[in-house]
């Protein structure tokens, strides 16, 4: 409490004179005595100017509290890359190291295997003969509808000239598969390598491959990371589970750096895992530099409540561990002076969040009918309770 809060009583005991502002006093007025309840205090109008007492109204208001977790940093699923060669060989040459940013269609590595020239020539030879074939399949048409040729060479020749064009597209998935571009692809141009290419943009997680080693098709070379997309997984207590959901604000921080960013909740998980954690996941919003994926958070959730009776934080005082406002009691005169009277409403505070605090009232007390002391409550505080040690 400040050394304003304490001496104002006795500023507005010395203003009073023969008078008193403070409760539990005593005061003679035509040998009537007149004791006010414990709850009451009461000021002239100069004091209430003196102890800068404003008044306003305990309104409804939408709060949010906030709930704190951690969580780790995830790239999408989309976003990110286990890159492998379909029909594996030996590593010819690479310069990647992990951590390396990388564009999409960026040249990882290159992988060197002599089926890959068995497989560019069967291609060549199936497209060679497959443009025979169609002649002779044109012209046996022709000589079919003119009757010179019989029914059983025309079945012959388009079954070999179905047969070709299937092989032909097969092979075609299968060079586009190894990256070897067909189209392009003559007998001057046959190569026994392959590039390995990144099929997003983003950095190097790891590498495991060197020169000269031999690859299979299951074997991971590459793992890669985009940096777009990416999203928060937070694990929260089975019991905070029912204070999350979609579209909720998130405050986090990275390292223990005060910098904050900012995320919102897109999916809440369906079920409590095995360590009686409960999942929720959020997508990262703005541009974030110095985050990267599998960075430990700390994660502040903003959890909105429905709307509730609330009052300007500095509107509530704590006195022995409970807490209270004032509100107007009613207006008097006394020996041709103007008297407010305030009294002390014991209540129980709930959530804070920008500036207001939740409160419950007793049941006795409706909000919409009172008058409530905004400002200045502690100097009320202070008078109600200091009144007994000031003899006014």
Do not use: W
């Not at 443009?131 to 044109?138: D, F, K, P, S, V």
């Not at 890669?224 to 019991?239: A, H, P, R, T």
């Not at 903003?302 to 006195?319: H, K, N, Q």
Request: proline share 3%; glycine share 6%.
């Amino acid at each position: 409490m400040s050394i304003y809060k304490i001496l104002m009583p006795v500023v507005l005991c010395i203003m009073l004179g023969s008078f008193t502002a403070c409760n539990n006093k005593s005061k003679s007025a035509s040998e009537n005595e007149e004791v006010l309840p414990p709850d009451i205090v009461e000021l002239r109008e100069d004091q209430i100017k003196l102890a800068g007492i404003t008044t306003g109204a305990i309104e409804l208001q939408s709060l949010s509290g906030t709930l704190k977790v951690s969580g780790t940093i995830t790239s999408a699923p989309q976003n990110t890359a286990s890159v492998s060669v379909p029909m594996g060989g030996i590593v010819k040459n690479t310069n990647i190291l992990p951590g390396k940013m990388v564009s999409k269609g960026h040249v990882l590595a290159v992988i060197e295997n002599q089926d890959f020239i068995d497989i560019q020539q069967n291609y060549l030879e199936t497209k060679s003969k497959l443009e025979y074939t169609g002649a002779e399949y044109n012209r046996q048409k022709e000589l079919f509808k003119n009757d010179i040729s019989s029914a059983k060479n025309m079945q012959l020749i388009s079954s070999e000239y179905k047969n070709l064009k299937i092989q032909l597209k097969s092979l075609e998935q299968k060079l586009s598969l190894i990256g070897i571009n067909f189209q392009r692809l003559t007998e001057d141009n046959i190569s026994r390598t392959v590039n390995v290419i990144s099929p997003i943009a983003g950095y190097v997680k790891s590498v495991n491959i060197s020169i000269g080693k031999s690859v299979s098709a299951t074997d991971v070379l590459f793992e890669i990371v985009g940096l777009d997309n990416m999203y928060i997984q937070l694990s929260l207590f089975e019991k905070d589970a029912a204070k999350v959901s979609e579209n909720q604000k998130i405050r986090f921080f990275i390292n223990n750096e005060s910098e904050q960013h900012n995320a919102v909740i897109y999916q809440t998980a369906k079920s409590v895992d095995a360590d009686k954690t409960y999942k929720v996941y959020a997508k990262i919003t703005g541009t974030c530099k110095n985050v990267l994926p599998g960075m430990y958070v700390n994660a502040i959730i903003e959890t909105t409540s429905d709307r509730v009776t609330a009052v300007p934080t500095e509107a509530i005082v704590s006195f022995d561990d409970k807490d209270y406002i004032f509100v107007v009691e009613g207006n008097k005169v006394e020996n041709g002076k103007n008297f407010t009277e305030y009294k002390m409403i014991q209540i129980q505070k709930g959530i804070s969040d920008g500036g207001y605090t939740e409160i419950t009232l007793p049941n006795h007390v409706d909000y919409k009918s009172v008058k409530l002391v905004v400002k200045g409550t502690y100097n009320l505080l202070s008078a109600m309770k200091n009144a007994g040690e000031m003899s006014c």
